[in-house]
């Protein structure tokens, strides 16, 4: 019923011509903060240009086009309601326009604020959303943008709004159909439950991120999850990191030589992991780093510390040298024992 409502509600308004003004009573939404995120995710989304918000009546007034007090509408029939979605609204499509869709997710594992605005930035800028807005007490993710990336907020969501005691295993892919504005169709989440600290896990995202040089490498602190945006190459090398880092290892061992073939204008298309456990203190392992990057003139070094591990991308010729170099020190320091 309230679907043709709205129908012959948008018809009339429509065929007029004429701004729409509307008053919402709220039932279910109580708190002053509450109310004021509630009112700022419906004037973002919806693009409603005039709203006043009344704490002690709990009303929300606006005026606007009939297409945006629609949208505004059926988000205030969906949220304010004693009882909300398990996981998402269905979708509702904005009237007049070919590919514009809203849907509000519920993100209900996500314990604590701080895990559900990563989760949101992730969503925002996998996705390259404009319109990504929350009412943090519902946990309620209101996004506004073409079905591709709608469809694809819904993957992640899924996958990354799992309870505590959830089983991931990795990695999982998704692969996005539009690719007119950019050519990175896929997307993938990679666990890393071997980094033990936040910092841990930073460090290897910060080493994917580089070595790879992959724009949109985003992290979910809480269950370790890094999620990557790239071409089929970049989230492969990806990948490929999360696999090696997470290795046992001694001292002296190395990856093997990973070949990537994305063009690059010095030929530092090889990757290496290099381990070297025999350094008694961080400060002394980034000393070393340190000296093999000038040594070897390689750009892009990075280091993971938990596992005294040094990536390295460069040419045959610079990671030749850097694996002579620690054979040698390896060497030198046999002979002092």
Do not use: C
Request: proline share 4%; hydrophobic share 40%; charged share 25%.
């Amino acid at each position: 019923m309230r679907a043709t409502l709205i129908v012959f509600f948008l018809s009339v308004s429509v065929a007029l011509g004429q701004d729409v003004s509307r008053v919402f009573h709220l039932h279910h939404i109580d708190k002053d903060q509450d109310l004021n995120e509630f009112a700022t995710m419906i004037r973002a989304v919806a693009d409603v240009p005039k709203m006043s918000v009344d704490a002690a009546q709990k009303t929300l007034s606006m005026s606007g086009t009939a297409v945006q007090i629609a949208v505004a509408e059926w988000m205030y029939t969906e949220l304010d309601r004693q009882t909300l979605p398990e996981f998402a609204t269905k979708e509702f499509k904005v009237p007049n326009k070919e590919d514009d869709v809203v849907r509000v997710f519920f993100l209900h594992n996500t314990k604590t604020i701080q895990d559900f605005q990563e989760v949101t930035t992730t969503v925002r800028t996998i996705t390259e959303m404009r319109r990504v807005f929350t009412f943090n007490t519902a946990r309620a993710l209101a996004v506004r943008g073409t079905v591709d990336q709608i469809a694809a907020t819904e993957w992640m969501v899924r996958e990354l709004d799992q309870p505590a005691d959830a089983k991931r295993t990795g990695p999982r892919e998704y692969q996005m159909t539009d690719t007119t504005l950019r050519p990175e169709p896929a997307v993938r989440i990679l666990y890393l439950p071997y980094t033990s600290t936040i910092q841990q896990f930073q460090e290897v995202a910060t080493m994917v991120r580089t070595i790879g040089e992959i724009r949109r490498v985003f992290t979910y602190n809480t269950p370790r999850a890094l999620i990557v945006r790239g071409t089929p190459d970049q989230v492969a090398l990806a990948a490929w990191f999360a696999t090696e880092l997470g290795k046992p290892v001694t001292a002296g061992t190395a990856s093997t030589p990973y070949h990537y073939p994305v063009p690059d204008r010095s030929g530092e298309n090889l990757v290496r992991v290099f381990y070297v456990k025999d350094v008694p203190t961080v400060a002394a392992f980034q000393q070393l780093a340190t000296q093999i990057r000038t040594t070897a003139q390689t750009r892009r070094l990075f280091t993971y510390n938990e596992t005294k591990a040094v990536a390295v991308r460069g040419t045959e010729a610079q990671l030749a040298l850097v694996d002579q170099m620690l054979k040698d020190r390896a060497l030198q320091l046999a002979s002092n024992q």
